[in-house]
């Protein structure tokens, strides 16, 4: 008989020996990629800028986009709406230019949004950098990370621009000591590809709290900046001088992420803005433990129907002779049967993922699952 487990199957399959466990498994990794895309905005209150940032989030797919430079404030950005995206704001405390005190919001996928959590114990009450925290947490979906979404003002005043990035270097500390992959990204006004920057000090300290938040700097060569007007960039003394003129670009949005988390980034050509997107992959990973099928085989066409006579003549029939039970005799019957089978065509089993493909699978397999 052919058998599954408690299955009545073909003659050449059976029921297992009781000492045998019909399932086992085997640990895989499944891979979770979490799109995030940041963009200045300049303002979502210029006219056709929803729609132009709803496009982007459509085009691309995107689960958590960071929307920085809005210039809205905390009250507008509690009623901001975009389909398909639960909306994030700074902390309430978070203090700035008045009705400009919003200048950041994170946008989050519904379907993702359900485990999200907001983290405004990142942030302190001093804070005059807007930023927004957040923890997706969903063990079995391969979930548990931070995301934080920052935008720093161009600050004239040096002692504002030193506080700051205090803020931003506590900030950071905080999401590590959390031991979960963190990813920060926005527009920080900082370019780590250039030396010659007006904070080129900054940025330099700033990688330093990164590495010691045991983070990196994801690279990048694409400018992520372009002024809309053409400017000087040579060093002549004169103001008349017959220099050709360039659009001034910069790398001043950036992105920051575990060292052990897998991340990709990558500049998209299309922006409604002088502001380029970043488009980031977060790759995380989920241990599965693949729970396999257990069938079990007998493989009689390999047994000669001579041996098995043969066996079958060694078996103690008597007692079918001196039962009148039609029960009694049919349990001796089977009894012999199997014992002759255990001896000539013993189970084999056959462990099938149920996850894979059965196109390579005998028929008789296939039956038997």
Not at 101 to 109: D, P, R, S, W
Not at 194 to 204: Q, T, V, W
Not at 281 to 296: E, G, H, Y
Request: net charge positive; aromatic share 6%; glycine share 4%.
């Amino acid at each position: 008989m052919r058998k599954s487990q408690g299955e009545k199957t073909n003659d050449n399959y059976g029921k297992p020996p009781l000492h045998l466990a019909a399932d086992s498994g085997q640990s895989t990794v499944k891979h979770t990629s979490i799109k995030t895309l940041t963009i200045n905005v300049s303002g979502l209150k210029s006219y056709g800028r929803i729609d132009q940032v709803r496009n982007l989030l459509i085009k691309y797919k995107i689960d958590v986009a960071v929307l920085t430079e809005t210039e809205i404030s905390h009250d507008m950005a509690k009623t901001f709406n975009i389909d398909g995206y639960k909306v994030f704001c700074p902390p309430h405390f978070t203090t700035g230019p008045r009705g400009k005190e919003a200048g950041v919001i994170t946008l989050v996928a519904k379907d993702i949004a359900i485990y999200a959590i907001e983290r405004p114990d990142l942030n302190n009450k001093e804070d005059t950098i807007p930023s927004v925290w957040i923890q997706l947490k969903n063990i079995k979906a391969g979930l548990n990370c931070i995301i934080g979404g920052v935008y720093r003002r161009n600050r004239k005043s040096t002692d504002e621009v030193k506080k700051e990035f205090l803020q931003l270097q506590q900030q950071f500390l905080g999401a590590a000591q959390s031991n979960k992959t963190v990813l920060v990204l926005g527009d920080i006004n900082i370019d780590h590809n250039n030396p010659e920057h007006k904070l080129a000090k900054e940025a330099k300290d700033l990688l330093a709290i990164v590495e010691a938040a045991n983070m990196r700097h994801l690279p990048n060569k694409v400018p992520t900046w372009k002024s809309h007007g053409f400017h000087r960039i040579c060093k002549c003394s004169s103001r008349a001088c017959g220099c050709q003129r360039h659009q001034q670009t910069s790398c001043i949005d950036n992105a920051y992420v575990s060292l052990v988390a897998k991340a990709s980034l990558r500049v998209l050509d299309e922006t409604p803005t002088d502001h380029f997107p970043l488009l980031i992959n977060l790759q995380t990973d989920r241990v599965v433990k693949t729970k396999l099928k257990s069938i079990w085989f007998r493989d009689i066409a390999k047994m000669s129907a001579l041996d098995f006579e043969n066996s079958l003549g060694l078996q103690d029939w008597s007692s079918i002779y001196e039962s009148n039970d039609a029960n009694d005799i049919l349990k001796t019957i089977l009894a012999n049967t199997n014992s002759s089978l255990d001896k000539l065509a013993p189970f084999k089993e056959i462990k099938i993922r149920k996850d894979k493909p059965k196109l390579s699978l005998r028929k008789d397999t296939l039956a038997a699952m």
